[in-house]
């Protein structure tokens, strides 16, 4: 079984940058794609990013594509979301979640393991 631990949320001036770090434990998701959504008070969660098995390719949401950068690092089993020039439409719990297969995918059904989420306020 996989766990996932979200953290590095936090409170932030719209244009400021945040990096989260998913951390799994259980076993190695090193075979498995990983991906990055978010949820808003009131919305559906969406799909923010995500990258394959050893991180060649990722897929990121129009909303936040050349801002937002999804990276991964096997050696520690952990992946990483960088937001930059935050706006205040990002604030939403985020979400890290493991697939059990190496190709990405933006369809949070294709999803088995999911973290707990941690809280990104932007102000504005």
């Known amino acids: 079984q996989v766990q996932l631990v979200e953290s590095g949320g936090g409170l932030v001036q719209a244009g400021g940058s945040l990096r989260l770090s998913c951390a799994a434990s259980g076993r190695t998701v090193s075979g498995y794609a990983m991906g990055w959504f978010r949820q808003s008070p009131g919305k559906e969660r969406e799909f923010v990013a995500t990258?394959?098995?050893?991180?060649?390719?990722?897929n990121t949401a129009d909303s936040v594509k050349g801002r937002f950068t999804i990276s991964r690092d096997n050696r520690k089993n952990t992946m990483y979301l960088q937001m930059n020039n935050l706006k205040a439409e990002d604030t939403a719990v985020y979400y890290c979640?493991?697939?059990?297969?190496?190709?990405?995918?933006?369809?949070?059904?294709?999803?088995?393991?999911w973290g707990q989420g941690t809280q990104v306020t932007v102000s504005s």
């Open positions: 979640a493991g697939r059990r297969s190496s190709s990405y995918s933006s369809s949070l059904n294709d999803y088995a393991y």
């Open positions: 990258i394959n098995w050893s991180g060649a390719t990722t």
